[in-house]
């Protein structure tokens, strides 16, 4: 009998399945996910580097997309164990570091203040850093 993952759903990395599919199936929303935030986040660092007012709705939704490629990603690496690529679980460890930063700039936003340049470019070259790692250690699964 296959074990039950997530909501009782079937867990292909337990159940036999092709473990390169399943882990390449696994990965594909939290780098969709990420995609979406990092085309967010660049529209909002053009804005902010020209000295343009950010859109409220823009940086929530670059929050949101990159949150849930977060909370994606984690079950991807607790659902898949021991088995997952070490350079997956960096690119992890380097997406938790961007998203600190992105709690940090949004409260500037959330107190009227303007956003640091360098506060700003140092979340950007986390998480692009964190999306090529990810990248780089979905395409070594295949």
């Known amino acids: ?5 997530v909501a009782g759903l079937s867990d292909p990395l337990r159940a036999g399945h092709s473990t390169a599919q399943s882990k390449e199936k696994r990965l594909t929303l939290p780098l969709v ?10 529209t909002l660092a053009i804005l902010r580097s020209r000295g343009k007012a950010l859109p409220f709705g823009l940086a929530l939704a670059h929050g ?5 490629g977060l909370v994606a990603l984690i079950l991807a690496v607790v659902g898949a ?6 350079l997956i679980k960096v690119a ?3 997406f938790v570091a961007a998203a600190l930063g992105g709690f940090l700039l949004f409260s500037f936003s959330m107190r009227k203040k303007e956003i640091p340049i360098g506060v700003m470019v140092v979340h950007a ?3 692009v850093t964190a999306l090529a790692l990810l990248i780089v250690g979905v395409m070594s699964v295949t």
Do not use: E, I
Request: hydrophobic share 70%; glycine share 16%.
């Open 92 to 94: 992890l460890a380097v």
């Open 64 to 68: 949101a997309f990159a949150a849930g």
């Open 1 to 5: 009998m296959a074990s039950r993952g």
């Open 125 to 127: 070259l986390a998480a």
């Open 33 to 42: 996910l990420f995609a979406v935030a990092a085309v967010g986040g660049l």
């Open 81 to 86: 164990g021991a088995a997952t690529p070490n």
